[in-house]
């Protein structure tokens, strides 16, 4: 079994819903997808998360769920951002998914890039939201895998990068020795995370 399927499987085992048929379209994606892509290269899609804490949601006594965590989803074209589509909302409760809701097919020209953009809503973020933050961000690179899609980047809060890298890492991702995506490591898939504002970065390559 290749890599590639290997991190479909943990996406799915941990996310608990991805169907086979997606698991089996991420397995025959086109390696290509995976090149390393320069910094100067444009991309056409961003994927923006939106993180929010939902608290009070289910206060009442045989309720174990105190604080839950909704990651809202939506994918523009660079040249439209006031058009917006919402894709899929995600529930976590300490970081564990719950559920998610599809509003609409991740329509995005196959072969075009995407920047995926992680925002929290909000004035204080916790370290459950930040870790649910990069699980987040997992499942659309799954979904982009599946749409042969390539990820130009991945661009953070500055105050949730340390937390969602270490995520990225337990999707058996590896830190790539440059910080730059114009020096690519020999991998299947590789990723680039970036904070905003700009100061922090990391490559990291899938380990096979």
């Keep these: 079994m290749n890599s590639i399927a ?3 499987k943990k996406l799915a085992v941990i996310m608990g819903i991805t169907s086979l048929a997606t698991l089996t379209s991420f397995t025959h994606a086109p390696k290509a997808m995976s090149d390393s892509i ?23 006594n045989s309720s174990e769920l105190k604080e839950l965590v909704k990651a809202k989803m939506t994918y ?3 040249t439209d951002e006031d058009n917006k589509t919402d894709y899929e909302d995600l529930w976590y409760a300490k ?16 072969g075009d890039a995407i920047c995926i953009k992680v925002k929290h809503i909000g004035e204080y ?7 649910a933050s990069g699980k987040a961000v997992m499942k659309v690179v799954l979904d982009a ?3 042969k899609n390539m990820i130009a980047t991945i661009k953070v809060p500055m105050t949730s990068f340390h937390t969602i890298a270490q995520e990225i890492e337990n999707y ?8 730059s995506p114009e020096s690519p490591v020999d991998s299947d898939l590789n990723l680039f995370l970036e904070s905003e504002p700009a100061g922090l970065s990391q490559s990291f390559a899938h380990m096979h």
């Excluded at 973020?125 to 870790?131: A, G, K, L, N």
């Excluded at 058996?172 to 910080?179: Q, Y």
């Design 125 to 131: 973020t916790s370290y459950d939201e930040q870790r």
């Design 145 to 147: 895998a599946v749409n």
């Design 95 to 110: 970081a564990k998914t719950l559920g998610m809701e599809r509003h609409h097919k991740l329509e995005i020209t196959q």
């Design 38 to 60: 320069h910094v100067d290269r444009p991309f056409e899609w961003t994927v923006q998360i939106d993180t929010k804490q939902l608290k009070n949601q289910f206060q009442y």
């Design 6 to 8: 290997s991190l479909s």
């Design 76 to 78: 523009y074209k660079m």
């Design 172 to 179: 058996h991702f590896s830190p790539a020795p440059s910080g």
